[in-house]
């Protein structure tokens, strides 16, 4: 059973920064392209960075680009988002995938088969 823990999501003003991690049971990551997503209520899933199972390849939503770096450590079986500069319309709910079986990195959440349970962001003052 492939398990899915996000944390580091909390409080936090705009323009500050947070470091989500995303840990892996029941699996080994590094046969997997990650995704990180995002999502408010009411609102569709949001695909914010991807990672691909060697590191090599990564994609960022326009959004993300030059503030946010994804990142993996396949040895302690974890992907890290360092999120920057911090927005509060960035304020979500940000979950880790994994993607599906033969799928690479992409930021469609439907190319993705397990979910952590998410982690709140809310960036206010």
């Known amino acids: 059973q492939v398990q899915l823990v996000e944390s580091g999501g909390g409080l936090v003003q705009p323009g500050g920064s947070l470091r989500l991690s995303c840990v892996a049971s029941?699996?080994?990551?590094?046969?997997?392209?990650i995704g990180w997503f995002r999502q408010v209520p009411e609102k569709a899933r949001e695909g914010v960075s991807c990672?691909?199972?060697?590191?090599?390849?990564?994609v960022y939503a326009d959004s993300a680009k030059g503030r946010f770096t994804i990142s993996r450590d396949n040895a302690k079986n974890t992907v890290y988002l360092q999120m920057d500069s911090l927005k509060p319309e960035e304020t979500a709910v940000y979950y880790c995938a994994t993607a599906r079986r033969f799928y690479g990195c992409s930021l469609n959440s439907e190319r993705y088969a397990y979910w952590g349970q998410g982690t709140q962001v809310t960036v206010s003052s």
């Open positions: 029941g699996t080994t990551l590094d046969h997997f392209a």
């Open positions: 990672i691909s199972p060697s590191g090599v390849n990564i």
